[in-house]
C-alpha cells in the first residue's frame, strides 16, 4: 500500500572530493566566529582555526574530517556535487559518510515519499537542516515546517554542504536537530558574463535540462546575479507514471563596505511524482521485486476492487492491498531569503536572514476502500497540505581577545492548513481517472471527511563563546532555550468516516537552558583531539488526522490526544563525542566514540493493515546508543585517492513498553531501520583531463520490527563513474561529458523502510520499498 493513511507528501556515482577544513570554512560558530560565510574575509580574520595547517586543497580527493572543528565536521565541496549526475539530491551524496544511511526508491533521491537519511540512528525528522541559514524544517515526508532539500535548491546550483554529525552547532535554525544538522550553501554568482547549460540522459527515459545565466559584475561595486533553471522528467523505473519538475533559482549579491554582504535568493518549484507501490515480505517473495501500481489500466484497477486481481496477486497474503491504481503528490513552493552580512567593525559582525516560504499541492490516491456513489468500486483520495511561514534570525558576534562571543535570536511564525477529501471515479465504459497529476476535480468531490488548521510560534535564543586558549586549543561552550507552541483548530470533520472525533489541542515545548561544550586540541602538527557534549530538544511535529507519516500526536483520535497531552514529553538527548584527528597531503584520517541517552522517544505505533491501521503515538522510553566511526583517505600518487570508512553503532530500548495492555519486550532490542556496521569505500583517478572512480557501501540488515523479529538482508551497491574535461571549444569556454551507472551489479535490495511506521512483531504489514536496479546516465555541460 503506498499513500492510504498519508498526506502525500545510494548515491548516484560521484568522486568524494571533500577537502579538509581550511580556514574559514566551518560550519558553526565554534569554528567560524561571526558567522561569516565561507572564504569571506571575515572569516579568515577571526576564525581561531586559521593558524592550523590541513593539505592544499588540490590534492584533497576524499577527507570526512573537520579540520580545527571542535566537534565531528564534514564540508562536502562543490566538486563532489558535480560529479554525481545533475540532479541527484546533495542528501544521497552524504551518504558516502561514515554514521550516513541516505535510501531511495529512485536514482536521484528526489522521490520524497521514499527519501529517507538517518545520522548514527537519528531519522531526517530528528535531525537540522538549513539552507543559506533559512531553516528548512525536519524533512518529514509531507513537511509542515520546512521544504525538502531537492525542492529548495537546484543541485547544480549547490556550492557546498557542511555536515555535523552527532551535534548540531547551537546556532542552526532548527527545532529538530537531535542528532546533527546539515547546512547547505548556494553557490554566489560569478564576476564574469557568461553561463552553464547541461543536458542529462538516461535510464527510463530521463531527460534533464539545466541552465544558467550570469550576469556578471554590473558595476564597480561588483553587483552581480544569476538566474537558472532546471526540467527533469523521468519515468519510473518499474509501473507507469513518471516523475517531472521544473524549477528556477536566482540569487542576487551586493558587496558591501568592509567586506560586508547583501544577498538575496530566491527558488521556485513544481513538482508532480507518481508513487512506488509500497512492498512487504509477503508481496516481494510472491510477486517479486516488480511489484508496482495498475496506472494506467483502470480497467485492471476496477476490477480488482471488484475482486478479480491478476494471477501474480493469488498467491499474496493480500491481493486486495497489493496494488492501487495510482497515488500521486504535486507541490508548488515559493522560497525567498534575504541575508545581511554585516563587519560594524573589525571587531563586531551583525548578521540577519529575513525568509518566506510558501507551498501549495495536493496529493492522491486511487482506494478500492471507499466506493463512490455512482456504484465504482474506487474513489480517489485526495488531501491538500498547505504551508505558509516566515521568520527571521539574527546575531551578534564580538572578538576580544582569545574570546569570540556570539548572541543571537530566531523566530518563525507558521501555518500549516490540510484537508481531506474523496472524488468519484467513473464507471468502467464511461471514461477512467486518467492522470492524476492533471488537477484537483473539485466537481466531483462527494466527502470532505476533515480539515484542520495548524499555527506554530517558535523562539529560541542562543549564546556562545569561543576561547582560543592557547594556539593549539580552542574551547566552545554555549546554551540555548527554545520555545515552541504548536496547536490546530479542526473547522471540517466527518466521524462517520474517519471513525471518531480528530485530535485538536495545543502543545507546547520548551527548554530555557540546553547547553554544549566542544573543545579541540592540536597536541603535535598534524594531530588534533576534539571532543563535544551537548543537549538537544525536539519539538513536536505537526501532521493530519490519521497520515501516519510520522509520530505526531495530531494524528490520532480526541480521546488518544487528551489522554496523553498532559504526560507527553518532547524529544530530549545527551551526545557525548570525542575522537583524533590526523591531516597530512598524503593521509587523512579520523576515528571517533560516540555515546548518546536519547529521553521520551516518541514512536508511531501501527498495528493491522496499513490501510485501516490502529495507530497511536507513544513514549517508548529511553533509548541508547553507543558508536564509533574511523576513515582514512590516501592520496599516493598524484591524481589518485583511496578511501575507505567503516561505522559500528548499537542504538537499543532502554524499558519494554506496554500497549492496549500488553507488555511488548523491546528492552535491549535493536533501533529499527538502521545498520549496525557499513563500510564505505571509493577509488578515484584523474589523468590529465580524464578522471574515473569506483565507489562501493555496504549496510548490515535493518530491522523492521521493535521486538526485532523481522529484518531486510543487508547489501553491497556499487556505483562508476568517468568524467572528461575538452576543455574550449569553439566559442564555448569549456566543456566535459561524463558517464554513470548506478547500480553497477544490478542488485536487488530493499532501500527505504519505516515509511509507514514499524508494528511490534511481525504482522506481515510492515512496509517497505525496493531500491533501483542498475542505471545508465550521460552528460553533457557547456560554460559559455
Request: no cysteine.
Amino acid at each position: 500500500m503506498t499513500r492510504q493513511n498519508l498526506a502525500r507528501s545510494t548515491i548516484l556515482s560521484g568522486v568524494i572530493m571533500i577537502p579538509a577544513f581550511l580556514p574559514g570554512h566551518a560550519a558553526n560558530a565554534a569554528d567560524r566566529p561571526a558567522h561569516a560565510a565561507p572564504g569571506h574575509p571575515a572569516a579568515h580574520a577571526r576564525t581561531p582555526a586559521a593558524k592550523a595547517s590541513p593539505p592544499p586543497a588540490e590534492h584533497e580527493e576524499i577527507a570526512v574530517f573537520g579540520h580545527g572543528s571542535t566537534r565531528q565536521m564534514t564540508s562536502i565541496t562543490r566538486t563532489m556535487m558535480q560529479q554525481s549526475v545533475p540532479g541527484t539530491s546533495p542528501l544521497k551524496v552524504l551518504s558516502q559518510l561514515p554514521g550516513v544511511v541516505y535510501q531511495s526508491a529512485d536514482p536521484f533521491g528526489a522521490y520524497e515519499y521514499s527519501s529517507q537519511i538517518f545520522m548514527r540512528g537519528f531519522s531526517q525528522s530528528q535531525l537540522g537542516f538549513t539552507l543559506d541559514d533559512i531553516p528548512l524544517g525536519d524533512q518529514q515526508f509531507n513537511n509542515y515546517n520546512g521544504l525538502s532539500v531537492t525542492r529548495s535548491i537546484i543541485s547544480d546550483n549547490v556550492g557546498g554542504v557542511d555536515v555535523s554529525q552527532g551535534a548540531g552547532a547551537i546556532d542552526v535554525a532548527s527545532t529538530s536537530n537531535l542528532g546533527g544538522a546539515i547546512q547547505i550553501h548556494s553557490i554566489d554568482p560569478s564576476h564574469r558574463r557568461g553561463g552553464t547549460v547541461s543536458q542529462t540522459f538516461g535510464s527510463n527515459a530521463a531527460m534533464r535540462t539545466y541552465i544558467r545565466l550570469e550576469s556578471g559584475d554590473l558595476n564597480k561595486t561588483g553587483t552581480r546575479f544569476y538566474v537558472s533553471y532546471a526540467r527533469t522528467n523521468m519515468n519510473l523505473w518499474k509501473g507507469g507514471g513518471y516523475n517531472y519538475s521544473d524549477q528556477v533559482n536566482a540569487k542576487l549579491v551586493q558587496p558591501l563596505a568592509r567586506n560586508s554582504s547583501l544577498k538575496l535568493f530566491f527558488d521556485w518549484s513544481s513538482t508532480q511524482q507518481f508513487d512506488y507501490q509500497d512492498m512487504t515480505t509477503n508481496y516481494l517473495h510472491t510477486v517479486g521485486p516488480g511489484l508496482a501500481n495498475y496506472y494506467p489500466d483502470y480497467t485492471a484497477a476496477y476490477r480488482a476492487a471488484q475482486g478479480t486481481y491478476p494471477a501474480s496477486f493469488l498467491a499474496t497474503n493480500d491481493p486486495f492491498d497489493a496494488a492501487y491504481y495510482a497515488g500521486t503528490a504535486n507541490r508548488v513552493d515559493y522560497l525567498g531569503g534575504l541575508t545581511l552580512d554585516e563587519n560594524l567593525t573589525d571587531r563586531l559582525n551583525w548578521k540577519t536572514t529575513l525568509y518566506g516560504h510558501a507551498d501549495t499541492g495536493y496529493s492522491t490516491w486511487t482506494t478500492p476502500y471507499m466506493p463512490s456513489p455512482n456504484g465504482a468500486p474506487l474513489s480517489q483520495r485526495i488531501q491538500t497540505p498547505q504551508v505558509a511561514r516566515g521568520g527571521f534570525q539574527t546575531a551578534l558576534s564580538y572578538t576580544i581577545a582569545r574570546n569570540t562571543i556570539n548572541a543571537g535570536v530566531w523566530y518563525e511564525y507558521g501555518t500549516f492548513n490540510e484537508g481531506r477529501y474523496f472524488t468519484e471515479a467513473p464507471l468502467l465504459g464511461e471514461g477512467t481517472l486518467g492522470n492524476p497529476t492533471n488537477g484537483f476535480p473539485g466537481d466531483k468531490v462527494f466527502a470532505h471527511p476533515w480539515q484542520e488548521a495548524f499555527s506554530s510560534n517558535t523562539f529560541v535564543f542562543h549564546l556562545q563563546d569561543t576561547y582560543r586558549v592557547t594556539d593549539t586549543l580552542t574551547v566552545n561552550a554555549g546554551f540555548k532555550s527554545m520555545i515552541v507552541n504548536a496547536g490546530n483548530n479542526v473547522s471540517t470533520q466527518d466521524p462517520s468516516i474517519n471513525g471518531g472525533q480528530v485530535a485538536q489541542g495545543r502543545l507546547e515545548a520548551s527548554n530555557a537552558f540546553l547547553p554544549q561544550l566542544s573543545a579541540n586540541w592540536r597536541f603535535l602538527p598534524h594531530n588534533e583531539l576534539f571532543f563535544d557534549v551537548s543537549h538537544n530538544m525536539r519539538g513536536f511535529p505537526q501532521d493530519g488526522y490519521g497520515t501516519n507519516v510520522s509520530a505526531t500526536p495530531w494524528t490520532a483520535s480526541q480521546t488518544a490526544f487528551q489522554s496523553t497531552k498532559n504526560t507527553l514529553r518532547p524529544e530530549t538527548d545527551w551526545v557525548y563525542e570525542g575522537g583524533y584527528r590526523f591531516t597530512t597531503p598524503l593521509i587523512s584520517a579520523l576515528a571517533s566514540l560516540y555515546r548518546i541517552n536519547f529521553s521520551n522517544r516518541l514512536q508511531l505505533i501501527t498495528s493491522q493493515a496499513g490501510i485501516n491501521p490502529i495507530t497511536a503515538v507513544q513514549n517508548v522510553g529511553g533509548v541508547t546508543t553507543n558508536g564509533a566511526e574511523a576513515s582514512v583517505t590516501i592520496r599516493p600518487l598524484d591524481g589518485l585517492s583511496i578511501y575507505n570508512s567503516f561505522s559500528y553503532a548499537h542504538s537499543t530500548y532502554d524499558q519494554n513498553v506496554t500497549t492496549g495492555g500488553i507488555v511488548q519486550p523491546i528492552r535491549g532490542k535493536l533501533v529499527p531501520n538502521y545498520p549496525q556496521f557499513m563500510y564505505k569505500g571509493n577509488i578515484s583517478y584523474r589523468i590529465g583531463r580524464f578522471a574515473v572512480h569506483v565507489d562501493g557501501s555496504y549496510l548490515s540488515s535493518r530491522q523492521l520490527t521493535y521486538t526485532n523479529d523481522l529484518h531486510v538482508p543487508g547489501y553491497f551497491l556499487a556505483n562508476f563513474g568517468a568524467r572528461y574535461d575538452f576543455g574550449a571549444v569553439g566559442f564555448l569556454k569549456g566543456v566535459t561529458a561524463s558517464f554513470n551507472i548506478y547500480n553497477l551489479a544490478n542488485k536487488t535490495y530493499v532501500a527505504t523502510t519505516n515509511e509507514l511506521g514499524n508494528n511490534f512483531v511481525d504482522t506481515g504489514y510492515n512496509y517497505f520499498l525496493m531500491g533501483a536496479p542498475r542505471q545508465f546516465f550521460g552528460t553533457i555541460s557547456a560554460n559559455f
